[in-house]
């Protein structure tokens, strides 16, 4: 298994195909990048 992360939420957001999933990921990847938001 040699799928980094991203890799790992870009195929789960391709297999669901569903926007709201994809915003509600990008906002946890904003919250991560920003900790002290």
Do not use: K, N, V
């Given at each position: 298994?040699?799928?980094?992360?991203?890799?790992?939420?870009?195929?789960?957001?391709?297999h669901?195909?569903?926007?709201?999933i994809?915003?509600?990921?990008?906002?946890?990847?904003?919250?991560?990048?920003?900790?002290?938001?």
């Amino acid at each position: 298994m040699e799928e980094t992360i991203p890799a790992i939420l870009q195929s789960l957001i391709e297999h669901l195909g569903s926007q709201r999933i994809q915003d509600d990921i990008t906002a946890i990847l904003i919250a991560l990048d920003l900790p002290d938001l």
